[in-house]
Antibody
Framework: EVQLLESGGGLVQPGGSLRLSCAAS????????MSWVRQAPGKGLEWVSS????????YYADSVKGRFTVSRDNSKNTLYLQMNSLRAEDTAAYYC?????????????WGQGTLVTVSS | SYELTQPPSVSVSPGQTASFTCSGD??????TCWYQQKPGQSPVLVIY???KRPSGIPERFSGSSSGNTATLTISGTQAMDEADYYC??????????FGGGTKLTVL
């Protein structure tokens, strides 16, 4: 059974930093791209970042480019999101998601999410 | 950047057919998938590659795509289907894009 468990969310001041983690199990982690998707309170889904299975390729939404860094440790089956220079508009639930990538690109499994609140 | 547009809400009576549209430039040339999200829960994939259902998704969920519009249809809508529905596609310039979501109310 695929399981994705996010952690690391919390309250942080504007301009601060936070690192999210996503522990994966139930599949061959290194074989799949992974992504972070966020959802601001009462708002829709927003793709944040993706990383290839090997970790060699990374992709970011314009809204976080230059501030967030996605990485993975395949030996620990763990995905990370380093978030720097946080802003109030980064307040959201952050989900990690397993990517199905072939001729299509979609998220077949999602974690339960971790809440990030940016406020003074 | 690429954008997907969804109407904010759809209302149906139990047993009726609910249709959700997702519009984007030449969307029919891409593959669209759909997620269901109930309050307080994580999204769940209900349709991928325009019209394929993952295992465990009821047959009443179906999808199609043509031209600039993809459509999710729920036949015989049930109260348990009340949720937000999001379309998603992949675009070479924007990478992953979600529609704004449609809230389904089952009256």
């Amino acid at each position: 059974e695929v399981q994705l468990l996010e952690s690391g969310g919390g309250l942080v001041q504007p301009g601060g930093s936070l690192r999210l983690s996503c522990a994966a199990s139930g599949f061959t982690f290194s074989s799949y791209a992974m992504s972070w998707v966020r959802q601001a309170p009462g708002k829709g889904l927003e793709w944040v970042s993706s990383i290839s299975g090997s970790g060699d390729s990374t992709y970011y939404a314009d809204s976080v480019k230059g501030r967030f860094t996605v990485s993975r440790d395949n030996s620990k089956n763990t995905l990370y999101l380093q978030m720097n220079s946080l802003r109030a508009e980064d307040t959201a639930a952050y989900y990690c998601a397993k990517v199905f990538q072939g001729i299509v690109y979609y998220f077949d499994y999602w974690g339960q999410g971790t809440l990030v609140t940016v406020s003074s | 950047s690429y954008e997907l547009t969804q109407p904010p809400s759809v209302s149906v009576s139990p047993g009726q057919t609910a249709s959700f549209t997702c519009s984007g430039d030449k969307l029919g040339d891409k593959y669209t998938c759909w997620y269901q999200q109930k309050p307080g829960q994580s999204p769940v994939l209900v349709i991928y590659q325009n019209n394929k259902r993952p295992s465990g998704i009821p047959e009443r969920f179906s999808g199609s795509s043509s031209g600039n519009t993809a459509t999710l249809t729920i036949s015989g809508t049930q109260a348990m289907d009340e949720a937000d529905y999001y379309c998603q596609a992949w675009d070479s310039s924007t990478y992953v894009v979600f529609g704004g979501g449609t809230k389904l109310t089952v009256l």
